[in-house]
């Protein structure tokens, strides 16, 4: 794990701001996966992509929003409708869907 | 969809002692289980997996069992050491959810000395 790497560490966000996050990987994997963790909290899943230029909907997918034009990279934007942002973001990445997820060190996303 | 129950929410042992994390799935399509250890602020990272053609495997202290007909599957750390505290969490995948993992809440591990 690596091979995947996470862009900041802390992010402070703003009222009604974007905020952006990023996850590259230099593993060659095709499947890349955003999950959101609270405290006393799993793992919920956000968004993840399986190819490039196609992604899909998680199960907490409102007020986030994703792009894979590269198959490094996979960025997260935390948008202002997200009306409770503050979590600890992960990324992970796996060679296929159903294979072996190994995440990132994770941004902590802060509300000012 | 798939649904993942995980217990004890957390556990306390004395350092030596054996401890053990029961999960339990709901979709029986499921066919993968991978285990995490997660320690405070740092990122989850895979200590053991199984696969549903396999009912336990085993990598020194720790192991995992599968009762696929039952749907449950357990992490069992022996000879527990204080650097085994974390949070562990298991996952099932492969079931209708398109092969994504879906995760039990976790299991917070105390190991006194």
């Known amino acids: 794990d690596g091979g995947i790497t996470q862009s900041p560490k802390y992010l402070f966000r703003k009222e009604g701001q974007n905020v952006t996050l990023s996850c590259e990987q230099n593993l060659n994997h095709d499947a890349m996966y955003w999950y959101r963790q609270d405290p006393g909290q799993g793992l919920r899943l956000i968004y993840y992509s399986q190819i490039v230029n196609d992604f899909q909907k998680g199960d907490i997918a409102e007020g986030y929003s994703v792009s894979r034009e590269k198959k490094e990279s996979f960025p997260l934007t935390v948008t202002s409708a997200q009306k409770n942002p503050t979590a600890f973001y992960l990324c992970?990445?796996?060679?296929?869907?159903?294979?072996?997820?190994?995440f990132g060190p994770g941004t902590r996303l802060l509300v000012l | 969809g798939e649904n993942v129950e995980q217990h004890p929410s957390t556990l306390s042992v004395q350092e030596g002692d054996s401890a053990v994390i029961k999960c339990t799935y709901s979709d029986s399509a499921s066919n993968y289980f991978p285990w995490y250890k997660q320690e405070l602020g740092k990122r989850p990272q895979l200590i053991i997996d199984?696969?549903?053609?396999?009912g336990e495997k085993k990598d020194q202290r720790i192991a995992v069992t599968l009762n696929k007909t039952a749907k449950h599957f357990s992490l069992h750390i022996t000879e527990t050491q204080p650097e085994d505290s974390a949070v562990y969490f298991c996952a099932a995948s492969g079931g209708g959810s398109q092969g994504n993992l879906i995760f039990g809440k976790g299991t917070k591990l105390s190991v006194k000395p």
């Open positions: 199984i696969r549903s053609n396999v």
């Open positions: 992970a990445s796996s060679m296929r869907s159903q294979e072996t997820q190994y």
